[in-house]
């Protein structure tokens, strides 16, 4: 099967898997982190094939939403994968992303790490969702889906964080910003990212401002 012909069914199968997911993680976010992949891998030395596939399956079985199980979303992916006849090096490849691209592994200390363009590309498109504009649309959106506080001046960030107390928390919203949000800028591994979180930093930065200052009511 050709490669082409692989990224439409990935598409029609991601697609109808997230049909019913949490809005800040359906396939209208999938979608733009892969045009985000794309995007940035016009100034990279990538396998595009590897990256298409890895954006668009990163989400397929998002932990949180299956009781932290790390498992189901690298297995479901790799299942389809076989379907397509891609080749075993490819499926790896795209499993390897799967399982390193989320903010929460990097909390985790003393593991072995894996490193690959690919996965540098990915991990970057993603992250540039979750900041900017629609980072904070997509961070409200999940809080309320966790029925949680928008703010509480009395329970401060938590800025050294291991994986599990963020997989535990339980943080009003605003706090989300600062145990990962705003740092996320300084994480890019590309230029192109770089550039693009620059600017949606800055944007949240104009946020929470204007989020304070009407939270004190201040004119």
């Not at 016009?42 to 890895?54: G, R, T, Y």
């Not at 620059?198 to 944007?203: G, L, V």
């Amino acid at each position: 099967m050709n490669q082409k012909k692989v990224i439409e069914n990935t598409i029609k199968f991601v697609k109808k898997e997230l049909e019913h997911a949490e809005g800040g993680h359906d396939w209208f976010h999938v979608e733009r982190v892969f045009k985000n992949t794309i995007l940035i891998s016009k100034e990279e030395k990538v396998d595009v094939f590897v990256i298409s596939l890895a954006a668009l399956l990163h989400d397929i079985a998002d932990p949180k939403f299956y009781d932290g199980d790390e498992t189901i979303g690298p297995k479901k992916a790799s299942k389809f994968l076989i379907t397509q006849k891609v080749n075993t090096k490819t499926i790896n490849h795209v499993i390897k992303i799967i399982q390193h691209i989320s903010y929460k592994n990097s909390l985790e200390k003393d593991v072995e790490k894996f490193m690959s363009k690919e996965l540098e590309v990915v991990q970057d498109a993603d992250r540039l969702d979750a900041i900017g504009a629609i980072g904070i649309a997509r961070c409200f959106n999940f809080g309320g889906f966790k029925n949680r506080a928008l703010y509480n001046p009395e329970i401060a960030p938590n800025l050294n964080m291991s994986k599990e107390e963020y997989k535990q928390s339980t943080a009003p919203t605003i706090n989300h910003f600062y145990e990962k949000l705003l740092l996320l800028k300084d994480k890019m591994n590309t230029l192109s990212g770089k550039r693009i979180a620059s600017e949606r930093h800055q944007f949240m930065q104009e946020y929470l401002k204007q989020f304070y200052s009407e939270w004190n009511g201040k004119l």
